[in-house]
């Protein structure tokens, strides 16, 4: 049942793919350039007043890098996408519960690093194929 996750077109044609499981391969792959150590979002440290926090981004940085990486024209349409992925899981505020996307000073984390992200899109495979 490999292929659970997949139906045929009303005609017989062709297999088709869920298109939920196509938006969360695409999603996947975006993710994975937004953690790549040269081209992706600013990963860093901060120093908060007795702590360290490690592992995070701005709102700003992750605003900026869909502009320029992925070619949207306006910075709305970026917090809109950013803003759909956090809703789904892929990065999350961390002194904040809502999971809208704040162009500001922000941090965010990723939920999953690159190399866990295949096992995250096997699962989304699963629920779409239950589904």
Known sequence: MAGRHRRRSETNGPIKESPNLLLYRKMERIVMHMQEEQDGVPIRTVKSFMTKIPSVFTGSDLVNWIVKKLDVEDQAEAVH???LMS???YFF???DH???????????RFQVRSQSAQFLLKLKQFFCAVL
């Open 87 to 89: 809703a789904h899981g």
């Open 98 to 108: 809502v999971l809208m996307l704040k162009d500001d000073g922000t941090f965010y």
């Open 93 to 95: 505020p961390i002194s």
């Open 81 to 83: 996408l950013g803003s």
